[in-house]
């Protein structure tokens, strides 16, 4: 059997809890959970199991390379990556691809900052070589529906 470098108390106890909790948990108001609440007991069981065969799987020099900032962004990956497979529409997927984009039912200002507006739709579009999030609003005032779209990162 494979030294164990990587401590599976530290993985369990400390960095898949954490990270869990930071995900999950809505307590930072800047920070919202992107994965709805329906998915988060399959999605803490098969990112977990899906981290631990990707650490079986370290070879002893790459264990040895690993620091606990690699190792956590590498479970956020998977845990990411799993939550997309569970989830049932575009837009839940909008919101884990992008978890902190504004989403449906949030309410913004207008450009001029006095009319409010909710977003009522929201999708990815894509124009040559560029991906977009085009929002749909609705004016709180007199409901007239408008649309905005601005540059997704890479």
Same mark, same amino acid.
């Given at each position: ?56 799987? &370290?070879?002893?020099?790459? $264990? @040895? ?8 962004? *590498? /479970? %956020? ?55 977009? &999030?085009?929002?749909?609003? $609705? @004016? ?8 905005? *779209? /601005? %540059?997704?990162?890479?």
């Amino acid at each position: 059997m494979k030294k164990e470098l990587i401590s599976k108390d530290m993985v369990d106890g400390q960095l898949v809890e954490q990270t869990l909790s930071f995900w999950f948990n809505n307590e930072d108001l800047q920070i919202r959970s992107p994965f709805p609440e329906y998915i988060r007991p399959d999605l803490k069981r098969t990112a977990t199991q899906a981290f631990y065969v990707w650490l079986n799987g &370290l070879s002893e020099g790459a $264990e @040895k390379e690993l620091n606990d900032e690699m190792i956590g962004e *590498k /479970f %956020e990956e998977i845990l990411f990556e799993e939550g997309l497979k569970l989830v049932h529409t575009e837009d839940e997927k909008i919101s884990i691809n992008y978890p902190f984009l504004p989403r449906l039912s949030d309410v913004i200002n207008a450009n001029d900052e006095s009319e409010k507006s909710v977003i009522i739709d929201r999708s990815v579009v894509k124009e040559d070589d560029v991906v977009f &999030l085009l929002i749909k609003l $609705e @004016k709180v005032s007199d409901k007239t529906v408008w649309e905005t *779209k /601005f %540059e997704l990162p890479k």
